[in-house]
């Protein structure tokens, strides 16, 4: 059965820290996609990266980078240099592929506070 | 391209009233899915489609239906609406890669 835990309900940090949002997930398939998505306060839910269970490489995109390691079954997420903008919720997510379609679980997500 | 559309964006329903949210994608994406968010929690996976004529059940089924009878509608139908139905509903569609959401529906039952 799929799962995802975040285990930080809320972080507080000040501008221009680092932060790192922990996602745990568990499956059984082989072949499953993980997602983080950001959801600011207006509500809607914004694309931040995929990463397929082949595919352990680390990536960088500006501030945002993400550590996914199949051995803990953890897909972590790092912003350096926080800004105040960055206050949303985070959610981190599993999809596997069955007869029914690309079934996604999400994790309850992470809300962030970065003060100025 | 207008992405993922959901109407309504507000709906406010007595116990027991049946509706249905509509849910629409114009990307021609085989994947599309129904969620409820509630207050302060993640996205919970209400029923999901692989194509016209397949759906399946998500996490939380019961109360809700659907059909898919074409590559880009989706709708979600509540039966006999109930206070615990009073969420926020998203619908999603993917190629297989990224999720593309709607803007979702807010719904209160009474």
């Known amino acids: 059965a799929q799962k995802v835990t975040q285990a930080q309900t809320e972080i507080s940090v000040v501008e221009k820290e680092d932060v790192t949002l922990d996602c745990v997930y568990e499956?059984?398939?082989?072949?499953?996609?993980l997602f983080w998505y950001k959801q600011p306060p207006s509500g809607e839910l914004v694309f931040l990266i995929r990463?397929?269970?082949?595919?352990?490489q680390n990536e960088i995109s500006g501030r945002y980078s993400w550590n996914f390691q199949k051995s803990t079954s953890s897909f972590n997420f790092t912003i350096t240099a926080s800004q105040v903008v960055d206050s949303a919720v985070y959610f981190c997510?599993?999809?596997?592929?069955?007869?029914?379609?690309?079934?996604?679980?999400f994790g309850a997500g992470t809300r962030l506070f970065v003060k100025a | 391209n207008a992405g993922v559309t959901q109407t309504p964006k507000f709906q406010v329903l007595k116990t027991g009233q049946s509706m249905t949210l509509q849910c629409a994608q114009d990307?021609?994406?085989?994947?599309m899915s129904w969620y409820r968010q509630d207050p302060g929690m993640g996205l919970r996976l209400i029923h999901y489609?692989?194509?016209?004529?397949?759906?399946d059940q998500g996490e939380v089924p019961n109360g809700y239906n659907v059909s898919r009878s074409t590559t880009e509608d989706f709708p979600l139908r509540l039966l006999s609406a109930a206070p615990s139905q009073t969420s926020v509903y998203f619908c999603?569609?993917?190629?297989?890669?990224?999720?593309?959401f709607g803007p979702g529906t807010r719904l209160t039952v009474l």
């Open positions: 997510a599993l999809s596997e592929v069955d007869t029914g379609g690309f079934k996604t679980i």
């Open positions: 990463r397929n269970s082949f595919d352990e």
């Open positions: 489609s692989v194509g016209a004529g397949i759906t």
């Open positions: 499956t059984r398939d082989t072949t499953y996609y």
């Open positions: 990307m021609n994406h085989e994947y």
């Open positions: 999603a569609s993917s190629s297989g890669n990224e999720q593309f």
